[in-house]
Structures are given as structure tokens and as C-alpha cells.
């Protein structure tokens, strides 16, 4: 697609003597000729990062790029870098926006007929090559569906079609699972759900052809990553640093509201792509406990989780049976307790260090020891033996995992 594009535009720029450049719905760039002329920093800013500022893009919309239904100019806006005014033509294919042309500076009768023709060949160009890519990406989903399906005959098949097919190379895989906020056993929105396919789709860019994979389900997203020659250590820092490039596009994605929290999880390295399913019950795992728990951070790697990655292996009933009789009692919702559950979780994170968790709470040392005895009072546990703190603690982190956020 790319090469016929550049084809046409190359064309198009001798014809008329001016550079052009070509943009995606979302202004992002898809191919451009050898400039000539004026120059700003958002051309700059377009060719360098193939795309361009959130500010560029809200100034493009709002002089109504994506309803125009014909040649239309943008004026300058010098404060976000648009020193120079553009001439834009929207590429569409039966009325649906496929993308854009650009001049820099205004056209005459003569550039914008120009415009137009081109603008129907491109509509013609990417409308083909989406339908082969939705093809292809159908078979790919396929593939990875099956990669990490129970059966492991049905894995090692789809590891062999991928990579005999070129879909992906071989070698040591690591997964990075997202999602959004939800209620708990509905899926996402579809809001939700475009905004991870975008940002799936913007991380899995920084990698090579056939070294990332994806598949979209009901309540989060897949992105299965390849690294032949990688070694564990290197892998799971690269892949740390995607984890913080998906979350990052993912909040700009969700905006604002109460469905726009998200979190990203990591799995260990695995060496080999059939190996595949692992990594993904991993990162779903560490997933599940950023959060569920919050003290991850939006951000959690599965070697990491401590001991929530023991706990993650229990399903929620064993998880709610295996929390002590008498701390269920005081985690009852509405039973008013609030107060003592968080005297006694803090007391726990900081090993029982009276002082500490007193600072903590902002409380005298006599207040948290007054809480501690009505804790034990009312859940039967003593503070001072080792086994009853214990289990108060994982009581804690089970209850959490229980009950998501």
C-alpha cells in the first residue's frame, strides 16, 4: 500500500511542482515527497514521528477536516508549531473517511482539481489494501486464538501455521495484557474497546513485522511479543518499557470519565512461541492484581507480584473460602469497620512496626494499640503470634483480589 501511495504522490508532486503528503484518518503520516518551499515544525514534527501533536490535531478538527467533502484549508496556527497554512482533500471511499492529501499553502483551480483525482485513486488504493489487511488480521486473530487455547496440539499447530505463513518469527515470547474499567463480569464498552485496539495497534508499531501479535477479547486485549536471540533480563525491560507506551496511549485514548482508568500487565519471558499461553495467563494475572489491588500501580510485571501471584491461581470461591472466619467478619461490607481493616493492613505492610504505622495512619501509638485489641476482639486473631499475622496479612491480599476495584 505504501509503495503505490509514494507512487501517487510522487506523481502528483511533479505534476504540480509542490510537495505533498498523505495522512491516515488520524493524522498520521503515509507517505510524503522531498520538500520544497516553506517548512514548520509541524511538518517537521509529521515526518519525523510519523504523526503529530494532540493540539495539531484538535486545530485540524476543529476547521472541520473530517466533514469536508471536498478541498478545504486549515489556517495557520503558530502557538502549536503551524506556521504555514495547508490545503487539505479528505480521501474517501463510499462517503467513509479513508485519510488525507496535503499541500502547503493554498491551491489554485488548477492543484485542487489535481487534488481530487488523486484523492479518488488513493481512496481506491487503501480501500483494497484495508480489505486485504482485515483479511489477513482475521486469519492472524485466528492463529493467536489458538496459540493460547487449552488443547496443546491446537498450540503447536497455530505456532507452525504462523510462522510457516510469516505471520511471526520463532524464539522467546513475552505477552502485555490491557484493560479498563468495568463492572465486574461485563465486557468492555465499545468505546473501551476501540481505544485499546488503537493503542495495541501504536505499541505494536515500534516492532519489528512479524515480532508482535494481538487478539481482542470481551474484557481486555492481547499483545503477544517475539524476541529471537533475546536474553530474559533484556526482554522483560524492553517490554516493561511497551507496557508504559501502551498504558501512556491508552489514557490519552479513554480521555476522561469514570470508564477512562486502565491497567497493563506483564508476563515473564518464555522461550518458545508455543510457549505462548503461559505468557498470556501471566500477564492476565498481573493484570488482574494492578487492579484489583491498586498497589501495583497501573503498571504490574508478573515476576513481581510476590506473593499475589500465588493467590492469582485460586479461583475467587477457594480465594473468599480461604480468608479466616473472623476477618471476613470484619470486611463485611457496611459492617462499619473500614477504619480497623485499613489500622490493620497498615500495620501488617510495615511488618508490624507500631511506630511506623502510627506515623502512617496519622494516629497516636496508643490509638493504633486501642484498634489492634478491638481487631483481635473482634476477629479472634492475636497480633503477637506469628501463624494469626500471617494469616490476617494473606486474609488481606485475598480479599482484595476477591473483590476488584
Not at 188 to 210: F, G, K, M, V
Not at 368 to 394: K, P, W
Amino acid at each position: 500500500m505504501v509503495s503505490e501511495l509514494q507512487q501517487l504522490i510522487d506523481a502528483l508532486s511533479a505534476r504540480l511542482g509542490r510537495s505533498v503528503a498523505m495522512d491516515d484518518a488520524r493524522i498520521r503520516l503515509l507517505a510524503h515527497t522531498a520538500h520544497t518551499g516553506d517548512v514548520d515544525e509541524a511538518r517537521i514534527e509529521s515526518i519525523m514521528h510519523r504523526g503529530v501533536s494532540a493540539a495539531l490535531s484538535a486545530h485540524v478538527a476543529r476547521h472541520g477536516a473530517a466533514r469536508a467533502a471536498d478541498v478545504f484549508t486549515v489556517p495557520p496556527c503558530p502557538e502549536i508549531g503551524f506556521t504555514v497554512e495547508r490545503t487539505g482533500m479528505p480521501v474517501r471511499y463510499n462517503g467513509a473517511l479513508q485519510g488525507y492529501l496535503w499541500l502547503i499553502g493554498p491551491a489554485t483551480p488548477r492543484d485542487a482539481e489535481a487534488l481530487r483525482e488523486a484523492a479518488g485513486q488513493a481512496a481506491l488504493i487503501l480501500h483494497r489494501d484495508h480489505l486485504a489487511d482485515e483479511v489477513s488480521r482475521s486469519h492472524e486473530r485466528e492463529h493467536v486464538r489458538d496459540l493460547v487455547a487449552p488443547d496443546p496440539s491446537v498450540r503447536d499447530e497455530a505456532a507452525a501455521a504462523l510462522v510457516e505463513e510469516g505471520l511471526a518469527v520463532a524464539g522467546p515470547v513475552a505477552a502485555l495484557v490491557a484493560t479498563a474499567s468495568r463492572r465486574a463480569g461485563e465486557p468492555l464498552s465499545e468505546q473501551q474497546r476501540l481505544a485499546l485496539d488503537l493503542s495495541l495497534d501504536h505499541t505494536r508499531r515500534r516492532l519489528p513485522p512479524a515480532r508482535a501479535l494481538v487478539l481482542s477479547r470481551p474484557d481486555h486485549a492481547l499483545l503477544l511479543t517475539i524476541w529471537p536471540g533475546g536474553r530474559s533480563e533484556g526482554i522483560e525491560r524492553t517490554v516493561g518499557e511497551l507496557a508504559g507506551v501502551l498504558h501512556e496511549k491508552l489514557v490519552t485514548e479513554l480521555g476522561t470519565g469514570p470508564q477512562a482508568l486502565c491497567w497493563v500487565g506483564t508476563s515473564g519471558t518464555h522461550r518458545r512461541l508455543t510457549e505462548a499461553h503461559v505468557s498470556y495467563r501471566e500477564a492476565r494475572q498481573a493484570t488482574d492484581v494492578a487492579r484489583a489491588t491498586g498497589v501495583m500501580g497501573p503498571v504490574a510485571a508478573y515476576p513481581r507480584l510476590g506473593v499475589y501471584a500465588l493467590l492469582t491461581k485460586l479461583a475467587p470461591d477457594e480465594l473468599a473460602e480461604s480468608i479466616h472466619p473472623g476477618l471476613r467478619r470484619l470486611l463485611e461490607p457496611g459492617s462499619g469497620h473500614q477504619d480497623l481493616v485499613e489500622t490493620l493492613r497498615t500495620y501488617l505492610d510495615h511488618a508490624g512496626d507500631a511506630q511506623r504505622a502510627a506515623a502512617r495512619l496519622h494516629v497516636h501509638r496508643s490509638t493504633l494499640y486501642q484498634r489492634l485489641r478491638r481487631i483481635e476482639e473482634l476477629t479472634g486473631l492475636n497480633m503477637s503470634h506469628g501463624d494469626d499475622r500471617l494469616t490476617a496479612h494473606l486474609g488481606l491480599k485475598m480479599a482484595q483480589l476477591h473483590r476488584p476495584v
